[in-house]
């Protein structure tokens, strides 16, 4: 064969993809709608180590000299730029194209998330400002955009992680990562997209599953009321229609649909409803010319019905004892830090948990996105939602201010999903002082919480620091079990096992709730030649045998303390230099998977019914 007909043959047997979009799925999919545009991709952008953009004129800038690959932050490799020191502000610019389809309608821009304080602007006009590290949040831009033009995007994001002030998580207030600190996320970390509405299209629901009523409750918000539209709300089980109800369009007005033959979600049997909504203009509305409805918005969604509530120091899925069986998740990546690579690396890392014997993860120090709690509910995974409360003074009157509208926006946003059964706002929150400032603090996260989602248990500080809990949580990272089990021994009129044992006085006294033990193992299994720069809870274990018999021993430590009815173990993977996980950092395994489920599947789920 002739060399030229040979490298023809060699090269047509290879094709060439085009580079996808990063994170191309739709970003709300409880709320889903067709007319959007993701806007993630090549980005410019330029650090601001002075934070004088402002002073240069940067809002007006139609581009930086350097790229960034969007929605991973700057610190990230997934991101092109893996830069990891501190950056106290970033400036990001790209052009975006108004579709001419979109004439006369609403239209938003929204961020997943941007860490921490953003300023956005069009065309050097500012159309909103946004301050936390993992809430969601839109702008109004449209009397800023014309459709069938392209205009000029701006984001300017300020990051002061060490000022206090700010929920920062696990990222590390040091140059480098150590200890349970890792690297920081600054700026865009979440999807960013726009989206057209009709001006009176619906804004949001609350939907409440009344599995004791048989019934599912949705109570609407409008982007502006007008009580000549219609609602048709539909609930399908697969294609067939359960129930359906047509409404006047009313903010607040609740939507009763009844559920007959009412199939439950749990995580055994995830079974999800699918939800429509639809609103429409009366012909009457329309005018004379208008003789059929006008369809002016549609959104799709699902729901699970189920329910979560404690009593009697048990808690209860659907009415029925349950023993959580959670594993502690942070939510790192090797290569996207908090962002994860791809939507299908959110669903594995669920799969692996649910392989080796969890039924939930306490999601921690960090606000998941919400891809992340839509697998969640379509694979059957209780979730424990959670801030990223670390870097906050919790005695900071300013730092509660900052704390409680995030907080907000996180459970609103999240409400909706069924595997969250458990609101925990706080982690260890040790350094609390007797000064009146934390105990109102807590006080008014946890009423803050209540008013907005009443529907679900409140964990108010995991591992104590309690002052109005509906969950007594406690971390114990002792490694022997018969200590474990004299830790967990209720005495009569004795406090049990707290971690704060010396503020009694002025914290919350335990008063009957659940008691669960929200962080225990960490059992280090760490290659001899990481060791020198790896960490896990206790002495370093050499046989793979100990490490086996250590937590099957911890396991059933817990299953014999009578008043311990959940547990979270400590942790689903390890996190850069914390290798304490079931899993290695880049999710290859450690263990048999089998092995481990045998022994985490010592307490079954319905343990606590059996009793």
């Not at 729901?303 to 069986?325: D, I, S, T």
Request: contains cysteine.
């Amino acid at each position: 064969m002739k060399p030229l007909l040979s490298l023809l043959l060699l090269l047509s047997s290879f094709s060439y993809a085009a580079p996808t979009q990063p994170r191309a799925e739709y970003p709300r999919p409880q709320f889903e709608r067709n007319d959007w545009v993701n806007l993630n991709g090549t980005w410019t952008y330029s650090f601001d180590f002075g934070r004088t953009g402002r002073e240069r004129n940067w809002q007006q800038s139609a581009g930086f000299p350097n790229t960034i690959l969007v929605p991973f932050c700057p610190e990230s490799r997934l991101s092109g730029v893996a830069y990891t020191d501190f950056i106290p502000s970033i400036w990001y610019q790209r052009k975006i194209a108004i579709s001419s389809a979109w004439t006369g309608k609403k239209i938003l821009l929204h961020f997943g998330a941007v860490d921490y304080e953003s300023h956005i602007f069009i065309d050097g006009n500012i159309v909103g400002s946004h301050y936390g590290s993992g809430s969601s949040f839109t702008c109004d831009i449209t009397k800023f955009v014309q459709a069938g033009r392209e205009h000029n995007l701006v984001v300017q994001v300020i990051d002061n992680l060490r000022d206090g002030h700010q929920t920062g998580g696990k990222q590390s207030t040091l140059l480098n990562s150590y200890g349970c600190m890792y690297t920081r996320t600054t700026g865009i970390w979440q999807t960013v997209w726009l989206e057209a509405v009709h001006a009176e299209a619906l804004q949001s629901v609350f939907a409440v599953p009344d599995i004791d009523q048989q019934q599912l409750v949705i109570t609407p918000r409008y982007y502006q009321e007008n009580p000549d539209n219609q609602l048709t709300v539909t609930l399908y089980d697969g294609k067939k229609v359960v129930a359906q109800k047509r409404v006047p369009c009313s903010n607040g007005a609740a939507i009763v649909l009844p559920v007959k033959g009412m199939k439950l979600w749990s995580p055994e049997q995830p079974f999800l409803y699918q939800l429509t909504y639809k609103v429409t203009k009366n012909a009457h509305s329309i005018g004379k010319n208008g003789n059929k409805e006008q369809v002016i918005d549609e959104v799709r969604s699902y729901a699970g019905m189920r329910k979560a509530h404690v009593a009697n120091g048990l808690f209860y899925l659907n009415n029925k004892p349950y023993y959580q069986r959670l594993v502690l998740d942070q939510g790192f990546y090797p290569d996207g830090i908090w962002t994860a690579p791809s939507d299908e690396a959110l669903r594995r890392d669920i799969e692996l948990a649910k392989n080796v014997g969890f039924n939930g993860a306490r999601l921690h120090q960090k606000s998941f996105e919400e891809r992340y709690y839509y697998w969640a509910d379509h694979l059957g995974y209780l979730t424990w939602g959670e801030s990223a409360s670390w870097g906050l003074d919790e005695n900071s009157d300013l730092s509660a201010r900052n704390f409680l509208s995030e907080w907000a926006e996180l459970i609103e946003r999240d409400r909706n999903h069924p595997s969250i059964v458990t609101w925990t706002p706080f982690n260890e929150t040790w350094g609390c002082q007797n000064t009146g400032v934390y105990t109102r603090f807590i006080k008014d996260v946890y009423t803050l919480t209540k008013a907005i989602d009443p529907t679900r248990p409140v964990n108010d500080v995991s591992g104590d620091g309690h002052v109005m809990t509906d969950i007594w949580s406690v971390h114990d990272y002792e490694r022997d079990s018969l200590q474990l089990t004299l830790h967990f021994t209720f005495e009569p009129g004795k406090e049990p096992y707290r971690n704060q044992p010396s503020k009694t006085e002025w914290l919350a006294k335990y008063d009957g709730q659940p008691y669960i033990v929200d962080e225990f193992g960490g059992l280090p299994w760490i290659p001899q030649e990481e060791r020198a720069n790896s960490w896990g809870y206790g002495e370093n274990i050499d046989s793979i045998e100990e490490f086996y018999n250590l937590l099957e021993k911890q396991v059933d430590a817990l299953k014999a303390s009578e008043h311990v009815v959940g547990f979270c173990y400590t942790q689903i993977t390890d996190v850069e230099q914390e290798k304490n996980g079931i899993y290695r950092f880049d999710r290859s395994p450690k263990f048999d998977a089998a092995r481990l489920r045998a022994i985490f599947e010592r307490i079954p789920s319905n343990y606590l019914e059996r009793r």
